[in-house]
């Protein structure tokens, strides 16, 4: 299957610092990434949709000006936790559709594990 | 709301036995049917999509579709305590544009 990779696998920082994390697609071009995240013992939940050259797409709930998303090549997606507080610690995993599979079959990074203290 | 309804388990079976993973999903336009598995600490990884009714093997996985039921399920011969994991249940909703409805996930315990 397609390959995914996440930078950097983990990262502590201080509270009102900001963190970015970056997915890559390695051997396929993805035009569409999506970010999800997961806290301890519950489901995935889905962040945004980050689709190339055009912004991001939020589900309801999640802060826009908070969680900054950049999708700026068919091959890499950053998202940006801005002023991070201790309850953004979380998994944060990205994942990527390859166009040239079924459209909507997902493959995931291995995850950021973020702590802030 | 178009959810995914999986029993969160723990479902424990032991070594060599087939485990039973099953799932409901509420949205009849879907047409894509996802199986994952993730390890704990670990991202969730595909294990088998599916998109017409029936079953699809691939090793020791069987998934089986009935859309009319709206019911899909993993099967797992001859299991073993590395399938030890929580396996997630995905559909991409009718008209959307690729993204996917997990479900909670089934925790799995394969007892040796």
């Known amino acids: 299957g397609a390959v995914v990779s996440q930078h950097p696998s983990r990262v502590i920082c201080k509270s009102g610092t900001s963190v970015k994390i970056e997915c890559r697609s390695l051997?396929?071009?993805?035009?569409?990434m999506f970010w999800y995240r997961q806290f301890p013992k519950k489901s995935l939940m889905l962040m945004a949709t980050?689709?190339?050259?055009?912004?991001?797409?939020?589900e309801q709930g999640v802060e826009k000006d908070k969680f900054l998303i950049n999708h700026a090549s068919l091959t890499l997606s950053t998202l940006t936790v801005t002023s991070a507080h201790p309850e953004d610690s979380s998994f944060y995993i990205c994942?990527?559709?390859?166009?040239?599979?079924?459209?909507?079959?997902?493959?995931f990074g291995p995850g950021t594990r973020l702590l802030v203290l | 709301q178009k959810e995914v309804e999986q029993n969160s388990g723990p479902l424990s079976v032991p070594e060599g036995a087939i485990a039973s993973l099953n799932c409901t999903y509420s949205?009849?336009?879907?047409?894509?049917f996802f199986w994952y598995r993730q390890y704990s600490g670990k991202s969730p990884e595909l294990i088998m999509f599916?998109?017409?009714?029936g079953d699809k093997e691939d090793g020791r996985f069987t998934a089986q579709l009935n859309k009319a039921s709206q019911y899909v399920s993993l099967l797992i011969r001859d299991s073993q305590p590395s399938d030890s994991a929580t396996y997630l249940c995905?559909?991409?909703?009718?008209?959307?544009?690729?993204?996917?409805?997990f479900g909670k996930g089934t925790k799995l315990s394969v007892k040796p």
């Open positions: 994942s990527a559709r390859d166009p040239s599979g079924r459209r909507e079959t997902q493959y």
């Open positions: 051997d396929f071009q993805a035009t569409t």
């Open positions: 980050s689709n190339e050259g055009s912004k991001a797409t939020y």
């Open positions: 949205d009849r336009g879907s047409q894509s």
């Open positions: 599916i998109y017409s009714n």
């Open positions: 995905a559909f991409s909703p009718g008209g959307s544009q690729g993204n996917l409805i």
